[in-house]
């Protein structure tokens, strides 16, 4: 059973050690995200999360995953073909979503997913956006299992990150 919460500062080790595990994985070839553990994602931009608000964690025997959930849209955002139009704050969407790899395979992912929509139900917001890097495919077969359609794939440079193929994907909660 996991339970959620919004994050404070005293879960920032436990957040970036999160980040650290997705990195080694990476650059140990058994992931692949399209992360730069120099530069995305890093303990300053979880302080800024937790910070503002707007990080959250997963708990199962301890933290065992993060998401920062907020209405800001990436700015390429702009250039997606949205099949359900909203203002630019209306929407919510779910940014950087890891879980420790140490605890793959539980549906640990699927239980944040769900979690972010049920806060967007509670807040009467219908619109869910989020995106991901093209290069990863487990986190794009997740969101496709769990309903959420890509709209396109834009280039950019991701929190300063160049060269990224960023997809964007959106999933309309009926009756909000």
Not at 78 to 101: F, M, Q, R
């Amino acid at each position: 059973m996991c339970t959620f919460r919004r994050a404070t500062l005293a879960d920032l080790d436990a957040i970036v050690s999160i980040y650290d595990a997705v990195h080694s994985e990476e650059e140990a070839g058994r992931a692949v995200i399209g992360w730069d553990r120099k530069i995305y994602p890093t303990a300053r931009s979880a302080t800024e999360a937790i910070e503002a608000g707007e990080m959250y964690v997963e708990e199962a025997d301890g933290v065992v995953g993060s998401a920062r959930i907020n209405r800001a849209q990436v700015d390429v955002y702009s250039l997606g073909n949205w099949e359900y139009a909203c203002a630019a704050d209306g929407a919510l969407v779910l940014h950087t979503l890891t879980i420790d790899p140490a605890c793959g395979g539980r549906g640990l992912g699927a239980a944040f997913v769900a979690f972010y929509e049920d806060m967007a139900r509670k807040q009467g917001i219908a619109e869910l956006r989020m995106d991901t890097n093209a290069k990863n495919l487990r986190a794009r077969a997740l969101y496709r299992k769990l309903g959420y359609r890509e709209i396109g794939i834009v280039p950019t440079v991701f929190n300063g990150i160049p060269g990224v193929e960023l997809v964007l994907l959106e999933k309309h909660l009926e009756g909000n």
